[in-house]
């Protein structure tokens, strides 16, 4: 499916104010970008590593998806995002090869990218988004 780079590392924090300082003064990133993802229910805040960006990631409600993680397993790595040239057709390679999918089609994330996740309970424990950016 011709995979080009790790897009992003997605990071599971209970406080994104309280999170920047590890990144901004510590590592030496800078945060360029906060933006809620309201159907996903989060908010996110980006930092760039190269071509690689790492997404960090707060719960706007006691049913967001992040939120049950933090619950379930504490702050940490939340999800690893691939980017594909066609991700239409990644997806259906993704499904012929049996791997389950938690979107059938490519939604809209976070930067305007067009994303869909696999479950993790098809890919060794790994919760994985492949994204695509039509803008490109
Ligand atoms: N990584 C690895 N395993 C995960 C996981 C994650 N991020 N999130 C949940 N799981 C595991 C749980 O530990 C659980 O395993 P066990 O049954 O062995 O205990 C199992 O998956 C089911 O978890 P759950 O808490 O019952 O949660 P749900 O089944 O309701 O949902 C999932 C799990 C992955 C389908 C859901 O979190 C999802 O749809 N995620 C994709 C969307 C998302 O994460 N959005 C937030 C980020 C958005 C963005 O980046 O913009």
Redesign the pocket.
Known sequence: MNLSHIE?I?I?VKNLEEALPYYENVLGIKCYNIEE?AD???K?AFFKVGETKI?L?EATSED???A??IE??GEGV??I?FAVNNLEGALQECSDAGIKL??QTPRK??EGLS?A?L???STQ???T?LCEDKNK
């Open positions: 992003h997605g599971a993802v996903q229910k989060v996110t997404e990631l967001s998806p992040v049950k993680f379930k397993k939340h999800h995002a938690i979107d994330g976070a994303i996740f479950h993790p309970k424990g790994v919760l988004e």
